[in-house]
DNA sequence: CTGTTAGCGCCTTCAC
DNA sequence: GTGAAGGCGCTAACAG
């Protein structure tokens, strides 16, 4: 096509041939000008950037990548951005990102295993470089053994069969800590929400509760596990499954924040007066939960943190630098407010 | 280079060349057979069909992308991704982003012009084909007119000296139901707590509420205004500045929910109970709202809708076709839980 | 220090 | 319906 078919929005932009011609160089003695300045005398590098200058050239990265073969950006796969917990999370990675210069693109999947699977092929399709998974489950078809994993770290969550690198905190220690707290207060009925089952770090929290009241002599009553999902709703549900049961627990460890939220309502629709009748404890130390009647003790995730260390982990992988670990396990702690309180004394 | 020296690494990952090979025919017939089956015949397309499958063929959309000129995906500038509301909108572009074929690229900037105009550069990096605004403020360094401005929608905030597609709600009506509402309770004193005053959804959701009370032969009562910034602690200090008033407002407004909790905990500190001596709505709806207690009266804007309508409208316009309207103005419903009450008889 | 050359992997006329 | 050829814009050897 001659010059005569081009559009005008073709002929926008700039590309480094004509500030080549500009400076009177040739297009690598422009490259290398802008890439590693360096390599190339004082004198040119202020022509080329003069040229760059007068044209308004900007780099066209698309072709760069291509070149180098790498898209500059990681794929971010999360089950629901707007979930206050997986949100602070993602701000600490784009954070992390932005300052290692890497782009972030976001894959809300709403736990659908095929959406889960279309973003991952973005490393393949290679529109990412690597991968941060805010979830618990590889989202590949087969089963990727070690060596063929690409570039990938998980967050919050982790594989107990497999070794891949991982940022997180101890579950079970953070749940000891929620239990323990009840117990120094006197608590003896220590009542439990669950998260989903097939979710580890619900498993790891129940865990937690569980050897924590062992460990301290006390008996494991079923009865005092109710199983939720993570919504206030099952929080809801499970408090009042509690509270009615014939002898009531004094006190509820929550597997997250919104349990806990939920649990308070039930508490609030019958009456239940928290924390002087019934303390309550959950984790993660979302946003809200300070904010809430009364405000929530809970076991405090280091969000943010846990998103800037996954990225620089996932930085580490990219440059092929061995990353001093592969497994980070943050210290999660135990943030006392006011919907905890000491046992009652009747009992 | 000779095949020695080549690495395992690189020798990975089949291109198209090699499927040509396998399935005996031209790169040019692979490209068709992928993109345009049409153009092909049904037994080619069977045998580049079985070649890329034994070959494991996947496109390199780096390469296809700088060939195409174009990045498909689309770049969010948001403020705080962490924030309740915004995160909502962004889980709406996403779903509308992934369905059009769209990959989502984050840029959170913490309201940093510096950041805004990284990511805005985004565009002429050709690392993105269009922008979602999530904030009121154009990122580029340069005053761009009309038809000089890249691909770009702007979700819930606006602007009213240029002319940018746009999605949102109508503030200013906004404010008036929930102004509406309190009078329609028998509120005669109603305060308002405002957002920053260099936003314009501050200022338009002041304005309803001033609007509103004159309409109705009510006196606008600058004592009764306080300034906030959207954040919770702003609401707790506006809210204690209102209710130390000589002549207490029955009854505030709260220019969005997090200010609204802060007024909540404001009360709450005071001994003022609510709705029964103060009733408050909120805005935005965000999450937390239907949770705190009482659970908030509040303006809902539609955030999913408003994410997904702007990526419409971006696609329409990278499509280049006409988008059908520029300015899309959302229905914002008031929605009554239980902060609100009929105004005290005494007053 | 700089220019020449040779592609990165794909898509798209243009001929046949 | 298919192949050959050219090039998107850039960078990385390799000479000089």
């Known amino acids: 096509m001659g010059s005569i078919g081009r559009t005008r ?29 360096e390599l190339v005398s004082e004198e040119t590098r202020r022509k ?63 736990n659908d295993p095929a959406r889960e699977r279309a973003y991952g092929e973005l490393i393949d399709d290679r529109r990412a470089d690597g991968m941060i998974l805010l979830n618990g489950r590889l989202p590949f078809r087969t089963r990727l053994a070690g060596a063929e994993l690409p570039p990938l770290v998980m967050a919050c969550e982790y594989l107990s069969d497999q070794d891949v690198p991982t940022v997180r905190i101890d579950n079970i220690e953070g749940a000891r800590r929620a239990v323990m707290h009840l117990l120094g207060l006197g608590h003896r009925r220590i009542g439990h929400v669950t998260g989903p089952m097939w979710n580890v770090l619900s498993r790891d929290r129940l865990q937690g509760y569980r050897d924590t009241l062992i460990d301290h002599g006390l008996p494991y009553a079923e009865a005092l596990v109710q199983p939720g999902d993570f919504s206030i709703g099952s929080g809801a549900a499970a408090g009042h499954a509690l509270l009615s049961l014939p002898e009531p627990p004094t006190a509820i460890f929550a597997a997250n924040d919104e349990m806990a939220m939920g649990v308070l309502r039930a508490a609030r629709e019958r009456g239940v007066a928290v924390p002087e009748a019934l303390s309550l404890v959950g984790f993660d130390d979302i946003r809200f939960a300070a904010y809430v ?55």
Chains 1, 2 share one sequence.
Do not use: W
């Open 9 to 37: 929005q073709a002929a926008r932009t700039p590309t480094m041939k004509e500030v080549a011609r500009l400076a009177g160089v040739s297009t690598a003695t422009v490259s290398r000008a802008l890439e590693r300045p």
């Open 48 to 110: 080329v950037a003069d040229a760059v200058a007068s044209a308004g050239y900007k780099p066209n990265l698309l072709a760069r990548n291509l070149r180098k073969m790498e898209a500059r950006s990681i794929i971010v796969i999360v089950p629901d951005v707007s979930n206050p917990f997986f949100s602070e999370v993602i701000h600490g990675i784009e954070t992390a990102a932005h300052r290692a210069g890497y782009s972030v693109l976001l894959g809300n999947t709403e």
């Open 293 to 347: 009647d009364p405000p929530l003790t809970t076991v405090a995730q280091p969000c943010r943190r846990i998103g800037e260390q996954a990225m620089a982990m996932l930085g580490a992988l990219l440059s092929s630098e061995p990353p001093e670990e592969r497994r980070v396990v943050l210290e999660a702690e135990l943030v006392v407010r006011r919907s905890t309180a000491p046992a009652p004394a009747g009992r």
